[in-house]
């Protein structure tokens, strides 16, 4: 019986040269991820994230099929910082509209949340001051003074308004009503800055977490504080110039509504 089965050598079909591959293979969600991992040093991750953006923008466009996408700490800071940005917004809308429900004028509701902006060029100008960066312990800073600002707008507006009722003139019910509430309006805003300075000192084990916090209240407060005694009567003035003493209120029972019975 013949044989006819001839050996083949390898080299007649295959070709054995040396090459690389990687060490590990690295899938998220099923999809093949290739992943740039880096430590921060000396700077803040809030810092650290438009830098890693420049440097990825300056390699150029992926090619087809690839994405770049950041993941870490980068995404939940920036939702956060975006989520707080959104609730201080709502925040100032929602005073308004209450504000405005409340004295039955949008004209008095604007006028105190006119504030405000004293309230976040205070907060920004003691973090450029002292150095802190805009986080999230700062942007609680600020919602805290803008809080404690329109309160204290509050006050001297509606004093205002109580003197102008009685008769006075504008600019003096204006006056009186910030000359009146001067100590309980100073008396507040210096509480609540002289307990927030050991916290924007930052004393303590990880007191320096918490610094922003204080040092956005305080920055907000004296510069709030001085808004709301000097310009806030002015602007008050402004708005309620050609604003009639009776209430617009259609109870028949308020003494200060022109639909008022005394029957």
Request: glycine share 10%; hydrophobic share 50%.
């Amino acid at each position: 019986m013949q044989n006819d089965h001839m050996d083949t050598q390898l080299s007649n079909i295959a070709e054995l040269k040396l090459g690389t591959m990687p060490g590990l293979i690295e899938r998220n969600n099923g999809q093949r991820v290739v992943s740039l991992t880096a430590n921060l040093s000396g700077i803040t991750l809030g810092e650290a994230a438009p830098r890693l953006r420049a440097a990825v923008a300056r390699v150029g466009t992926p090619p087809r099929g690839i994405s770049v996408k950041y993941r870490g700490q980068i995404p939940p800071l920036e939702q956060t910082i975006s989520g707080l940005r959104i609730g201080l917004l709502l925040a100032i809308a929602v005073i308004f509209l209450l504000l405005a429900a409340n004295f039955q004028s949008m004209r008095l509701a604007l006028a105190i949340v006119l504030t405000v902006p004293a309230v976040l060029c205070g907060v920004l100008l003691i973090l450029r001051v002292t150095g802190t960066t805009l986080n999230i312990q700062s942007f609680m800073g600020a919602i805290m003074a803008v809080g404690i600002s329109v309160a204290n707008s509050i006050l001297l507006v509606t004093f205002a308004e109580r003197f102008r009722h009685e008769g006075r003139e504008l600019l003096e019910a204006a006056r009186e009503g910030a000359s009146s509430r001067l100590r309980a309006i100073l008396m507040t805003a210096s509480a609540m800055i002289f307990g927030m300075a050991p916290m924007a000192i930052g004393f303590g084990e990880g007191g320096s977490q918490a610094a922003p916090l204080g040092r956005a209240v305080i920055g907000g407060l004296i510069l709030s504080t001085f808004a709301t005694l000097t310009i806030l009567p002015s602007i008050y003035a402004i708005l309620q110039g050609r604003a009639a003493v009776t209430s617009p209120s259609l109870n028949p029972m308020d003494s200060t509504s022109r639909y008022y019975d005394a029957k």
